[in-house]
């Protein structure tokens, strides 16, 4: 019997090591190539001769926050994880500057707004794709097509549905023919493009869009080229030698995942990433000592604020309470005790840079007395009690609990209610709100700083309107700004339609958030964008 | 002895059965919506119903359920809902480093707990044992992701030793299997502690003591080999429980395993991520509990397995 034991024993035992020595073989596991295992240790050997060229390798490793899941840029373009990669592996028509938002031109080469609903493209000659194909108007045409199919679950569908019709006229150009006037259609045009070949080459009978290949093994026409993808670890990408903008510096973009704030942090400090995509703004300070990183601040592009509902009945129907609340905001407390300095005090929606922001918006400074004033006069000189629902984060738990402080000193008695994701957005949904936390990030066109917040037709379950903000004659002007073509006169419209907003207080708006990025000092001529994430290590490179 | 083995596997069908009913609810019952952490910020509540229906998640629960089901019998684990393609390969493909990185940890915290239970058994009271002692309720008492995080700072930044994360080699094995080990280390010391210290006072030690065999014998032989059945149950319970804490350590250390798919499945409300995950580690924590229970029989002859 014994025997037999001995036996089990040993079967177990190397059942163990089996599995155990399996998984040992997998880190030593051979880099794809060779140039992949190079480490920073290499960095500090001296340099032979100074050239003007850069002599270290040009690798530069990203730690990101977290890994995307879709790197097709039809299907993951709602994530910043997954724009990461597709920003350097596609192009898209257009793009923007990141602070003012004035069109720039990529793979057209020009854009011709016939009329709000008609949009004319002219594409660039002799641009290529990763594996040689030309692109033309029928890569754009598909890319578009998938956009806007209801079947295809695309990002952004909603962007691409108003989408009526793409007339291509030939291999360089084509038009876009809108269901009506939409002027913020200029900033769809900004979906990257991905090849029809490639995509169809990998489309089956269940998989009409060939994603479940694509979004493993992206193909685009961007300064990088997708070379492997080992979930979990890392994402490899080599330059683009036949770029059409010239080849980038930079040899390698490797993406490394590093989900821990503290841990990303550390990683830079010790040299084994180049760049934080995000620094926690509680070690936002910390970081900025250390003399080998460099700490740069992006805003956001979009606001946080509490939104108030105007038609669930008093006191809050009455404008005068929702200005005494906007008089409240301890807004400088709140960016610098909560965000550790991360943001800028806002007033109103757009941000200050953007082409549209209108800075003589009424101010509602933190003023108790007046706020006191406000609701004597509403009627409310003792105050009264509200609901105010938060997401569950603590950030904005905070921010709530010091507004809640702020109002209990003018007598408003603030109940706060902490949701969970799933339950705070079933409470959104009821448009039942009294007070809410939310924010907005990133966005482009004005109007997506107004139509889905505050116009009529946007209350629940159509848009974000979950204060129900309904008022015609802020309608009216969105409305005509949506069909303005001339810039300038759509500044003017939405400059009035912010005055609007902000003072009919159903938005009390708190800061304009901003986004800490850490990255080494050796980094060159990089910058990161708000919308086109690490699109400029096109031209960046490593100095010595 | 196979027979009995045959039969705990064969054991294991209800109990997954179960387990997996269990979790596809819990999963349902968790606040949450996988389809608006799927759709784009501003979208809509319309939109998101839009989503929810392309998922299929407008169907009834047990529907869902038992589409999983029969999919899981014919080797379709489902597809991720996040990451938009089957989950099985992604499973499969982080299993060794999650086996590896518990299966090393396990090494670590018995390779030092039972050698210093024995030292502090047989020492009872004197300066090891008070330092094994107090070393085992820190163990037990600091969270682990804090002590991943104080092991980084230490020997990735300051002293710049071992890498902080990824996975490219042992070296970056070392500090997560350290953290992943810590508590387990500090059960398995204090447990081989009491047991020698209960079986050291038994009669047939102070028999074999008497007779005149060295000290030596006397611990390893007589007292180390009849405690250690508790300590192999609390080794096993141990590596379960690992295969649970590599959900937060793989996170600190940006470790490529399944407990980070774990993670993000869960973040995501991904349920037949969450389903596959579950699925996994629910097996393996069986399988390790009948390993158990066979070397019970291996470890103590009395113990017969019919």
């Known amino acids: 019997m014994r025997v037999t034991k001995w036996m089990w024993l040993a079967i177990l035992m190397s059942l163990f090591l089996l599995f155990f020595t399996v998984g040992c073989g997998a880190p030593a596991d051979p880099p794809v190539e060779p140039d992949e295992e190079v480490d920073e240790e290499e960095e500090e050997e001296p340099d032979e001769e100074p050239v003007a060229e850069p002599t270290r390798d040009q690798i530069v490793y990203i730690g990101v926050s977290s890994e995307p899941h879709r790197l097709d840029p039809r299907f993951g373009a709602g994530t910043v994880a997954a724009r990461n990669v597709q920003t350097l592996v596609h192009d898209s028509l257009i793009s923007w500057d990141d602070e003012t938002l004035e069109i720039e031109y990529v793979l057209a080469e020009e854009v011709n707004v016939i009329d709000p609903q008609t949009y004319e493209v002219k594409l660039r000659e002799g641009v290529l794709f990763h594996n040689g194909e030309e692109l033309t108007t029928a890569d754009v045409e598909y890319t578009y097509n998938t956009l806007r199919d209801p079947d295809a679950a695309a990002s952004n569908f909603s962007h691409y549905a108003p989408i009526v019709e793409i007339e291509v006229h030939d291999d360089y150009s084509l038009t876009f023919h809108l269901e009506a006037p939409n002027m913020p259609f200029l900033y769809r045009l900004r979906a990257d493009i991905v090849s029809k070949s490639y995509s169809e080459e990998h489309a089956t009978d269940d998989n009409p869009y060939g994603d479940d290949y694509t979004n493993m093994n992206p193909l685009g026409t961007g300064p990088f080229k997708f070379v492997e993808w080992r979930t979990g670890e890392e994402i490899i990408l080599e330059a683009n030698d036949d770029y059409w903008q010239g080849r980038p510096k930079l040899d390698r973009v490797i993406f490394r995942p590093i989900p821990d704030a503290t841990t990303r942090t550390v990683e830079l400090q010790t040299g084994e990433i180049h760049i934080n995509e995000e620094i926690d703004p509680v070690q936002v300070a910390i970081t900025e000592a250390d003399e080998n990183v460099v700490v740069s601040r992006r805003s956001q592009m979009g606001f946080q604020s509490m939104g108030i509902h105007v038609n669930l009945g008093e006191p809050t129907d009455d404008v005068r309470v929702r200005q005494a609340i906007a008089h409240m905001m301890p807004r400088e407390d709140i960016i610098d005790y909560v965000m550790h300095g991360l943001g800028e005090p806002a007033y109103g929606p757009i941000p200050p840079g953007h082409w549209a922001h209108e800075p003589n918006v009424p101010r509602f400074e933190y003023d108790p007395a007046r706020a006191q004033e406000l609701l004597a006069d509403a009627g409310y000189p003792d105050g009264f009690e509200a609901e105010l629902y938060v997401i569950e984060d603590s950030v904005r738990v905070q921010l709530c609990e010091i507004i809640q402080e702020e109002l209990a000193t003018i007598g408003i008695d603030v109940n706060i209610n902490v949701l969970e994701g799933g339950a705070f957005w079933d409470q959104m949904r009821t448009g039942e709100s009294q007070m809410f936390q939310t924010g907005w990030n990133a966005v482009t066109d004005p109007d997506d700083f107004m139509w889905r917040q505050f116009h009529s037709n946007s209350v629940p379950p159509h848009g974000a309107n979950r204060q129900f903000y309904q008022n015609p004659e802020f309608d009216a002007i969105i409305e005509e700004a949506l069909q303005t073509t001339e810039q300038s006169k759509r500044k003017e419209l939405y400059s009035e339609a912010q005055k609007m907003v902000v003072e009919d207080a159903s938005y009390v708006f708190i800061y304009h958030h901003q986004r800490a990025l850490g990255q080494s000092p050796d980094l060159r001529d990089f910058e990161y964008s708000i919308y086109f994430n690490f699109r400029s290590l096109m031209d960046a490179y490593l100095a010595d | ?306």
């Not at chain 2, 799927?38 to 299929?56: M, V």
């Not at chain 2, 390969?89 to 299966?103: C, E, K, N, S, Y």
């Not at chain 2, 038994?202 to 074999?208: G, I, L, M, P, S």
């Not at chain 2, 409300?269 to 699925?279: A, Q, W």
Request: one cysteine or more; glycine letters at 8%.
């Open chain 2, 1 to 306: 002895m196979f027979n009995y083995a045959l039969k705990r596997v064969l054991q294991l069908i209800p109990v997954l059965l179960l387990i997996s009913i269990l979790v596809f609810s819990l999963v349902y019952a968790i606040p949450g919506d996988p389809a608006r952490m799927l759709a784009p910020p501003d979208a809509s509540d319309e939109e998101i119903d839009r989503i929810a229906e392309n998922l299929g998640l407008h169907r009834p629960l047990p529907v869902q359920y038992v589409d999983w089901f029969l999919g899981v019998l014919q080797g379709d684990w489902g597809r991720s809902i996040s990451w938009g393609r089957p989950v099985l390969p992604d499973l499969l493909r982080r299993l060794p480093a999650t086996l590896q990185l518990a299966g090393l940890s396990v090494i670590f915290s018995v390779g030092v707990a039972i050698p210093v239970g024995v030292l502090s058994a047989t020492r009872q009271n004197s300066f090891i044992d008070s330092i094994s002692r107090v070393g085992s309720l820190l163990g037990l008492s600091m969270p682990n992701f804090w002590v991943g995080m104080m092991l980084i700072l230490l020997f990735a930044l300051h002293l710049r030793w071992l890498p902080a994360s990824g996975r490219r080699g042992f070296t970056y094995l070392i500090l997560p299997a350290i953290t992943l080990g810590t508590s387990g280390m500090a059960t398995i010391m204090r447990v081989t502690r009491s047991t020698m210290l209960e079986v050291i006072r038994q009669d047939y030690v102070r028999t074999a003591r008497s007779k005149g065999l060295s000290e030596r014998v006397v611990i390893y032989k007589h007292t180390l080999r009849n405690a250690l059945i508790a300590v192999i149950t609390v080794i096993g319970l141990q590596m379960g429980f690992r295969l649970g804490g590599t959900v937060v350590i793989e996170r600190v250390f940006a470790y490529p395993g399944l407990g980070q798919l774990a993670y993000q499945g869960m973040m995501h409300r991904d349920t037949p991520m969450i389903m596959g995950n579950l699925m996994l580690f629910a097996t393996m924590f069986c399988l390790i509990n009948l390993a158990v229970d066979l070397i019970y029989a291996f470890v103590d002859p009395r113990i017969r397995y019919g």
